[in-house]
Structure formats: C-alpha cells, structure tokens
C-alpha cells in the first residue's frame, strides 16, 4: 500500500514568488491536513480538507490556501513567498476528519526562500 | 486553550539505559494524545496513541506511555534503548475533532 506522497521534495523560491505543493494521500484517506515545520516554531496547522471541504484551519495569514480535489488529492500554494516561509511543509492523510484518529504523514516538502 | 509541552528540547541516554521524555498538556475536556516520531529528512509516525481506557499504552519499537490525568502528563518511556532510537519525538493532542496540536518536539540522542 503506497504511503503518502509530497511532491516536490525541494524547491527553492524567491521572495514575491509563489509555490504550489501537491500531496496524494494513502488510497481511500478522505481527509488531507498540512502542517508547516520549523525549528523555530515547530509543527504548526495550516488546513485540513475532507471530502473537498476545508473542516479547519489554522492561524496562517491568506497568502496560505489550500484545496482539494475530488480523487482526494490536495494542493497547497503559497502566494507573495516571505523569507519566513522557508519551512518543511507535512502533509498528513487519515481516514476520517478531525484528527481522532491515526494521522499519516508524508516525508515533506522542503521549501526555502532566497 | 490546548497546549502541550515537552520538557527537554534534548535527550541524551546511553544504549540500554531507560528512556524517558516527558509531556505535559492543558485541555478543558479530555483529550486524545499522541506521541509521534521524526528520522532525519522524514515524515512524522505515529508511536502509539490514548483516546479512552487503559491509561497505559504500548506503542511500536517497545514505547509505551502513561496517561495521568491527576498530573496531565503523558510521558512517553522505552526500558532500554537502542541506537536507532535516535530521532525526534513528537507528543500531540486533540480534542472535540479539531487538528492535532504539537509540543515543540524532544531529540533523542543515544551514544553507545
């Protein structure tokens, strides 16, 4: 059963730009959440989506969006990238909302802002 | 408001030796709570979990944690440990559906 998969694994962007990160969850997880991971502030929640819906979502200014599609796929984007955006960017699959139970994550996308 | 807290960003035991990394929580209502694990460039993995019931947990790779709602605590223990042990670790919780909220994370270095 394939896991979680984050694609890119690493990119590298300018200040202004603006990124899209994708995330294929396990096969028949409908929920997708994202999480932004630095050293500094460690695991923060950005958004959840299960079946299309945005169910939650954390305290990130709306330059963060996020969508997801019908095959349960998501995307995260980024818009007018800041210095501060250079993170790893997690996103997680489970079979239900809310986080009750087990959440798998994918290895990441690595992103940094010059 | 929900919060965890780890309490010691670094761990350093000797292989065989008793692990032990703490996490305390606030929650108004019960939570579930969740210790997780990170090797170097990966994703997050889920080490075992509380919802309801016993209050002691056997997770993967011989971790087990205790939840103590008297103290809020849920610390995360291992009798002996191994090299590949190292990482770091991750304790969560949730409550009432919503997202997972993270402790600030424990490194776990094991010297041999």
């Known amino acids: 059963k394939a896991g979680v998969t984050q694609t890119p694994r690493y990119l590298i962007k300018t200040r202004g730009q603006q990124v899209t990160l994708s995330c294929s969850p396990i096969?028949?997880?409908?929920?997708v959440s994202w999480y932004q991971q630095t050293p500094g502030q460690g695991l923060q929640f950005l958004f959840e989506y299960f079946s299309e819906t945005q169910r939650n979502k954390g305290n990130f200014p709306g330059r963060f969006s996020g969508r997801q599609f019908s095959n349960s796929r998501s995307e995260m984007n980024v818009s007018t990238l800041e210095l501060g955006d250079s993170a790893l960017y997690l996103c997680a699959s489970s079979l239900t909302s809310g986080s009750t139970g087990e959440l798998f994550f994918g290895e990441g996308s690595r992103l940094t802002v010059l | 408001a929900q919060s965890v807290t780890q309490l010691g960003s670094h761990v350093s035991v000797s292989e065989g030796a008793l692990v032990l990394l703490r996490c305390n929580y606030s929650?108004?209502?019960?939570?579930?709570l969740f210790w997780y694990v990170q090797y170097p460039n990966q994703g997050l993995q889920l080490l075992l979990k509380?919802?309801?019931?016993?209050?002691l947990v056997k997770g993967i790779n011989g971790f087990e944690a205790e939840f103590k709602k008297s103290e809020t605590s849920f610390h995360l223990t291992k009798p002996s440990a191994h090299m590949s042990d190292a990482a770091e670790y991750f304790c969560a919780l949730n409550q009432a559906g919503t997202a997972l909220i993270f402790g600030k994370g424990t490194t776990l270095s094991v010297s041999s």
């Open positions: 509380y919802t309801t019931g016993a209050t």
């Open positions: 096969s028949g997880h409908r929920s």
């Open positions: 929650s108004s209502v019960p939570p579930y």
